[in-house]
């Protein structure tokens, strides 16, 4: 444990000047750029009444006092109004994330433990065993995701007309109350199943087609673990104590694997927001792609500063507590830390 | 010449002609009468919602996948390159700084760098390329940094030093030829990683206009139709995992 704290601090730094990187970016990019924010908004700007909204946003002060205040305000969760839909960027970023997290959660709730089942059953085989983890690989790496998505919705919509094209929910059911925000934990709270399967209906496809990523992430990484020639003597010296194969695989490889696993998920916490963006704009799922693609093209420059800066801070944390996580779970890197 | 060691840069080329030549125009609507018509003999892969040839669309957003991947995949590789440079040159100041911005930058997929490229820029295809190749510029370097260290710290490039080569002599002489297949390697990886992205991206939006002939864009632009014609939005998916497989491909 002693190397880890040192790492963890040197995380917390790096983390910081991420903040203030970013910030500092958005901040200028925002503002500098040619093609005011305000003036955008019109089709033949007033120059007074441009001022005077610029005069109520703070978008007039000078450049220090602004980047003091949109900083504090961040911090504070103060994020002011969207300039589209003049409703707290706050609120709206957090119904997006929850969303977002839904999908997210989601697929990594069946595509991590399709990749470890695919891994323990392939890994140091020969055949079709080992043509499970190239073939679940290849998927991952050669055919994106929403092309999965679109063939899903041929299949599963259009065809058999079993599921709904797209959205998080339909007009036609009613919603549990609201509590975390999840429909599916809320529809369990409220013990409404009807509610239950209409948002497990909407959410199937999606988080289908978007956990295949992680499942050939899990399963390959996996794979190669398992193949490294400490794990082969080890698991021969357990099967000569008479272990099972299966018992083998599932007790004790699975325990030395399931260390790396977490890191490798925090590790990639990003790619997998940014394949849910994309899953999202495919299944017209209301998260946080359409809230940050929209403020982009748009410059509403509270929903940019805050949630893009949301957003980026939280693939960040993600990757530095995985970092710190591999610290504390793999002795060897720990030594490596100390020395 | 063995054409099965050939395949992926065949295919590229293939795949390249198609934004000099394609049988009709990708943008000109010539056939609304026959706008969801299967194929036939003047439209091998039938034609459009729009009543636009199909296969000329498909082969140039093809073409436009592959070309611009490859211009991303040159980009990356060329800045990491830059900043390995300037990070051995001097490794105390500019070596420290580049190694911490890309352990950070390592958690930024390319989308997210894409979006906040857009705060600066228009959506153009430069601002596409660059997206992509600032997206894998981190792993870009990671890994040439890696060959470099291995090859650098070799016991006969050591020797090399001894017997007085250095420089640009040390490097084109002992350095590259063993860099060379690592580098040719990463390359491929690069090209397929930055195909799979770029066409993300595209599906998302991220083109000079709606109707952009693209790979991932003609999917999102057929995705429309999905329900009466499947095979216009999912034919292009199926060419670029077939290009992907082919920049993967290992003999």
Known sequence: MRGALPILFHKLAGLAAAFLAASLLLFTAVRLIPGDPVALRFKNPDPARVAEIRHHLGLDDPLPVQYGRYVGGFVTGDWGRGLLSGRPVAGEFRSALTATLELTLASLLWGVPLGAAVALVGAGARGWRRGLVSGLGGVGLMVPIFWLGLVGLVVFTHWLGWLPGGGRWSFSDLAPPERTGFLLVDALLAGDFSAFAAALRHLALPALCLGLFPAALVAGTLTTRLEEPSVEILSRALSARGLSPWRLRARHLLKLAAAPLAVLIGTNFGALLGGAVITESLFSWPGMGRLLMTAVLERDVPVVENALLAVLLLSFLAAALADTAAVILDPHLRRAANR | ?251
């Open chain 2, 1 to 251: 010449m063995d054409p099965r060691r050939h395949l992926p840069l065949l295919l590229a080329l293939a795949a390249l002609l198609g934004l000099l030549w394609t049988p009709h125009d990708p943008d000109a609507q010539n056939f609304r009468e026959l706008a969801l018509h299967g194929p036939s003999g003047s439209h091998w892969l039938g034609v459009d919602g729009l009543g636009r040839d199909f296969l000329s669309r498909l082969w140039c957003g093809a073409g436009r996948t592959v070309g611009l991947a490859l211009l991303s995949t040159v980009l990356g590789l060329g800045l990491s390159a830059a900043f390995l440079f300037l990070a051995e040159r001097f490794p105390k100041t500019l070596g420290r700084l580049i190694g911490s911005a890309v352990n950070l930058a390592v958690a930024l997929p390319s989308l997210f760098v894409g979006l906040l490229l857009l705060v600066f820029l228009k959506p153009s295809l430069a601002t596409l390329v660059l997206s992509v190749a600032l997206g894998n510029l981190p792993f870009a370097y990671r890994q040439l940094r890696v060959f470099w260290q291995t090859q650098r710290a070799a016991q006969h490039v050591e020797a090399s030093e001894t017997l007085g080569s250095a420089g640009w002599e040390l490097f084109r002489r002992t350095l590259w030829p063993n860099l060379r297949p690592a580098v040719a390697t990463l390359a491929g990886q690069l090209a397929a990683l930055s195909a799979l992205e770029l066409s993300g991206l595209a599906f998302l939006g991220l083109v000079p206009n709606p109707d952009f002939p693209e790979l991932g864009a003609l999917m999102r632009q057929n995705q429309s139709v999905l329900a009466q014609a499947p095979w216009l939005a999912l034919a292009p998916g199926v060419v670029l995992a077939g290009l992907l497989a082919a920049a993967r491909w290992r003999k």
